[in-house]
């Protein structure tokens, strides 16, 4: 075994529950999302993250150790660059599609970014990042 397949079964570990927080979407008859992510006018992050506290807990985190990303115009430009647009402008569902596709292309160039011991595509971060961001 090389070093790298611990870290490879962290991922695959932690895939599901990333799945989850960023990819779940709202469902019929659940309890609002916090009031600032849609106050903030971004429907577009609140249609990725299906769990916003979790997501805020994980963006707070990731900025924490990144006071670099600590600014909402930074992160906003970065995703709109990896995601081919602002993610304000673009449709739920071809957004959805283009933040999987990153994820994955991002896991193959190796741009992650370690959270509390979890292992993050660097745009799964920065939408986590963006949902704390616009919290605050």
């Known amino acids: 075994m090389t070093d ?10 932690s895939a599901p529950w990333l799945a989850i927080i960023v990819f779940g979407g709202a469902r019929p008859g659940q309890a609002a999302p916090r ?4 106050a903030a006018g971004s429907a577009a992050v ?5 769990h ?10 990731y900025l924490r150790h990144h006071p670099d990303e600590r600014d909402l115009a930074r992160i906003r430009h ?16 071809v957004l959805q599609e283009r933040v999987r596709r990153r994820v994955r292309q991002d896991f193959a160039e190796d741009r992650i970014a370690l959270v509390d011991g979890w292992i993050l595509s660097i745009t799964e971060a920065r939408i986590c990042a963006l949902a704390a961001l616009i919290d605050v």
């Open 35 to 38: 009031a600032a992510v849609n």
């Open 46 to 50: 609140h249609s990725l993250l299906a």
């Open 4 to 13: 790298a397949d611990p870290l490879r079964r962290r991922l695959l570990a």
């Open 78 to 93: 970065g995703l709109s660059g990896a995601l081919g647009g602002p993610v304000e402008t673009l449709d739920p569902a």
């Open 52 to 61: 916003v506290d979790s997501a805020v807990a994980v963006g707070r985190e």
